[in-house]
């Protein structure tokens, strides 16, 4: 599965970005589509999951009511919506797709990436 995200920059706190995710998949409806992101020296940490069909979703502590994700399988591509950004979510967002249900980084395959800088 090749993914291209897209839809980072520079935003001021408080302020919002949606990312966006396509992917090349035919087959896109059949993955869990997920958002990892990756600060400077951290880890990576799971930031949000969609079921196959968009039924069920899942978030970070961290993020929870503040990002949105969603997706739309004809179009084979996600979203994450992020409002009321903080300059601790500041870091490269990455979409990935799994066979399965996952609220870890362990994702099956992983797009390049897209960076966010949140100005405080």
């Known amino acids: 599965v090749q993914l291209q995200a897209s839809g980072g920059g520079l935003v001021q706190a408080g302020g919002s970005l949606r990312l966006s995710c396509a992917a090349s998949?035919?087959?896109?409806?059949?993955?869990?589509m997920g958002w990892i992101r990756q600060a400077p020296g951290k880890e990576r940490e799971f930031v949000a999951a969609i079921s196959w069909r968009g039924g069920m979703t899942y978030y970070a502590d961290s993020v929870k009511g503040r990002f949105t994700i969603s997706r739309d399988n004809a179009k084979k591509t996600v979203y994450l919506q992020m409002n009321s950004l903080k300059p601790e979510d500041a870091a490269v967002y990455y979409c990935a797709a799994s066979v399965k249900i996952t609220t870890t980084p362990a994702y099956d395959y992983w797009g390049q990436g897209t960076q966010v800088t949140v100005s405080s």
């Open positions: 998949e035919r087959t896109f409806s059949t993955y869990v």
